[in-house]
């Protein structure tokens, strides 16, 4: 089953994505104990996913992928290796959850493992805009992505930790250097109505100041930016660091325990929509952020792809 016009492909192994215990320790504290006994009920009523298969036939017969329980706001995952038809064993497990929010992405890059049981997907949602998740789905997806094409991924992500972001919050910038790209990069958008030029770097390395007071420290408020960091490792670039604004929020119960929902900004670019993720938090009570706030903290970030994007009329 070879795509030969799928994404780029990067096989690492498995044990470069990390452990999935700190996942399960989000939704108890402990996992080890309990998580057995979760994916026991999971089977009895289990659901199997075809994501982009368009029939049974185009699935990895080699891979089971079953959610579970049915009807359940968290979904655990189950990849399974199977042989003949007959199950072997679980080749690693997972918890998931839905979002209603929809982004349009190309599939840039895929890192996976040797036995396709689990990937990082690198989505390039246009404009230079790029965010790496985990892709819940890619044990029954990996053989249909497909480059250049559009797919509507719904984006959605686990917090480890999340923190209001002070009220005027400010760094002081006082490196000369720091301070000259910062004048520079702001005179120059200011020109261009705001929108990067193509030659920008050249443009920056160009400035000079007009005054002594192009010179002075810069004071930066920081407490109204929205900002995205990719974990740096091979394989991990799922776990994220992210300042965002809260512009919803819910909830959900999973095994009696309510989990708190925050619909947050992850990437804000100018003449752009903004890019909204779902953040589950396990550890966050009801009333320990509001709409309008903003937060920061690290993030596991999941993708769940189903379909083509397709273009409204």
């Given at each position: 089953?070879?795509?030969h016009?799928s994404p780029?492909?990067i096989?690492i192994?498995e044990?470069?994505?990390g452990s999935?215990v700190?996942?399960?320790?989000?939704?108890?504290e402990?996992?080890c104990?309990v998580?057995?006994s979760w994916?026991g009920?999971?089977l009895?009523a289990p659901?199997?996913?075809?994501?982009l298969?368009?029939?049974?036939?185009d699935?990895?017969?080699?891979t089971?992928?079953?959610?579970?329980?049915?009807?359940?706001?968290?979904?655990?995952?189950?990849?399974?290796?199977?042989v003949?038809h007959?199950p072997q064993?679980?080749?690693?497990a997972?918890?998931?959850?839905s979002?209603?929010?929809k982004?349009k992405?190309?599939v840039q890059?895929?890192?996976c493992s040797?036995?396709?049981?689990?990937a990082?997907?690198?989505?390039?949602?246009?404009?230079?805009?790029?965010v790496?998740?985990?892709?819940t789905?890619?044990?029954?997806n990996h053989?249909q992505?497909?480059?250049?094409?559009d797919?509507?991924?719904?984006?959605?992500a686990?917090?480890?930790?999340?923190?209001?972001?002070a009220?005027?919050e400010?760094?002081?910038?006082?490196?000369?250097?720091?301070?000259?790209?910062?004048?520079?990069?702001?005179?120059?958008l200011?020109?261009?109505?705001?929108?990067?030029p193509?030659n920008?770097?050249e443009?920056?390395?160009?400035?000079q100041?007009?005054?002594?007071?192009?010179?002075?420290?810069?004071?930066v408020d920081?407490?109204k930016?929205?900002?995205y960091?990719?974990?740096?490792t091979?394989?991990?670039?799922?776990?994220?660091?992210?300042?965002?604004k809260?512009?919803g929020?819910?909830s959900m119960?999973?095994?009696?325990?309510?989990i708190?929902?925050?619909?947050?900004?992850?990437?804000l670019?100018?003449?752009?929509?903004?890019?909204?993720?779902r953040?589950?938090?396990?550890n966050a009570?009801?009333?320990q952020?509001?709409?309008?706030?903003?937060i920061?903290?690290n993030?596991?970030?999941?993708?769940?792809?189903?379909?083509?994007?397709i273009?409204?009329?």
């Amino acid at each position: 089953m070879h795509n030969h016009n799928s994404p780029e492909i990067i096989r690492i192994d498995e044990q470069n994505f990390g452990s999935h215990v700190e996942h399960w320790s989000l939704l108890d504290e402990d996992a080890c104990a309990v998580v057995p006994s979760w994916l026991g009920q999971a089977l009895n009523a289990p659901i199997m996913p075809m994501g982009l298969c368009a029939q049974e036939s185009d699935m990895d017969p080699t891979t089971w992928l079953i959610q579970g329980p049915q009807h359940s706001a968290v979904m655990l995952n189950q990849v399974i290796d199977v042989v003949e038809h007959k199950p072997q064993a679980v080749k690693t497990a997972f918890p998931s959850f839905s979002s209603p929010y929809k982004i349009k992405a190309t599939v840039q890059r895929i890192i996976c493992s040797q036995s396709n049981s689990q990937a990082v997907l690198q989505l390039n949602l246009g404009a230079n805009a790029v965010v790496y998740a985990f892709d819940t789905l890619y044990s029954v997806n990996h053989t249909q992505y497909q480059k250049q094409q559009d797919y509507a991924v719904q984006l959605n992500a686990w917090a480890y930790d999340l923190e209001k972001v002070a009220d005027h919050e400010q760094i002081v910038v006082d490196d000369a250097a720091s301070i000259k790209h910062h004048r520079a990069l702001n005179d120059i958008l200011s020109a261009h109505q705001g929108i990067a030029p193509d030659n920008l770097q050249e443009l920056i390395d160009a400035w000079q100041p007009k005054s002594a007071q192009d010179l002075e420290p810069v004071t930066v408020d920081f407490s109204k930016m929205v900002a995205y960091l990719y974990g740096e490792t091979l394989g991990q670039e799922d776990e994220a660091w992210f300042q965002g604004k809260i512009v919803g929020i819910s909830s959900m119960k999973f095994m009696e325990k309510d989990i708190q929902l925050y619909d947050v900004t992850l990437m804000l670019e100018q003449n752009q929509p903004a890019i909204l993720v779902r953040v589950a938090a396990p550890n966050a009570t009801a009333q320990q952020f509001a709409i309008g706030q903003y937060i920061r903290g690290n993030i596991w970030i999941q993708a769940e792809i189903h379909q083509p994007h397709i273009n409204k009329a």
